[in-house]
Each structure stands twice: as structure tokens, then as C-alpha cells.
């Protein structure tokens, strides 16, 4: 049988406000998405049991209430949820072992994987002091530390959902012929969406990924 994920609120928390005074902190956005989205997107799952703060879980539970946010006892993984999913992250944790966790290179516990027989608290899941003969493994991965991460990671978070949308090269909004690109195999513009005269689209660097009822006004520069 499989063992169960969950997406665990730890102490690190404390390092994100004013921004995590209502919400957990894998409700962050980074990029286009949440970190919980994220994490959501490289497993392949609709939704992942959440623990967090008691005093703002009400809060979660009133956005999704089908999300359950309490231990059922087993086989565990309990993931950071301060983690920046990848795909690395996903094949780490498919191999990660009872009573073996996860260390990024800042020290910061991303996973472990415990066999759960009674309550335990929140604030423990992460813990490996309370582990059987822990066994450490170390991954190349991003922990969320202070607020300004989610600034510095979201350049890289958005380059690689453009990649991964396979929309590239496709441009279907109306696009004025005064417009100018640059490289249009790394650009995308969504049905709906506006490109006014003068426009100039550069995606030398990096990729441009217009969504659906954008308007680029006239004479705008953007850069991928």
C-alpha cells in the first residue's frame, strides 16, 4: 500500500509574515501559482491532505472543503510545505524509505516518511529526533525561507510552466501588423487576447506566454 502524502505548515512560517497572517504557507503564489498548486501539478494529484496552524485552518477549510486536514494513522510522507515542487522532488520522495527524510542544501527538512500509531501533532510530523534509526538523504531543491524567495523564484517557475503548457509557437489572439516579435516559437498568445500597433515582443531570454483577454496596448515592450 501506498503512504499517504501530506502537505505540512512548519515552523518556518514565522519567517513569512505579515503575508502568512491568514493563510498557510502553501498558499503563497510563486509564479502563476500557489506553492500548494505547484506541488499539486509535479505529483499529479487533484488535491493533498493539509496541515496547518490550528487558528487558521477554518480559513483554509472555507476555500477547499474537501481537503482534509487531519493524520489518519499509517504510512506517511509529511512534505514541507514551504517547498518549491520539481520534478526531482517527485522521484526523491517515490524513493524515499520508512524512517528516511529529505534535506535540501539550506538544512531544511523537505520530507520524511514515518509509520504514524498514534496522535500526533502537527509541529512533530517534520521532526526526525522521534525516528527509528533516521537515515538522511539530501536533494538539490528550493525551501521558501524569507518572503523575498517567492520574488526570486518566480522567473524560473514561469519560464518552466511555459515550457510545460506546450503552447509555445502558437499565436491565435489578434495581433495588429505593426506588431514586432522576436524568436515566435518561445511565444504564446491566447485566443482572445489583443496585440496593439507598435508592439514589440522579445523572447530572446526567455519565453513570453500571453493569456486569454490580455491586452497589450500600443507601443508596449515585453521581455521573455
Known sequence: MKPELYLVEDQGYSRLYPLVYSRPVFELRAGMLSLRDHFLSHFGLAD??????EEITPLFSRDHPNTKTTITPGDCIFVNGRI???QDLVAAIAELGINEYLVAENSEIVAVRRIVTDAIRITDTLRIDSLVKPSEKKIHTMVIQ???DLVFATPRLLTQMAESSGKLGKMLGAISAGAHT???EQIYIAPGATVGAGVVLLADSGPIYI???AEIMPNAV???
Open 84 to 86: 518549491v515542487a520539481d
Open 222 to 224: 515585453l521581455l521573455g
Open 146 to 148: 524569507y518572503p523575498w
Open 182 to 184: 522576436s524568436k515566435p
Open 48 to 53: 493533498v491532505p493539509s496541515l496547518m496552524r
Open 211 to 213: 493569456d486569454d483577454d
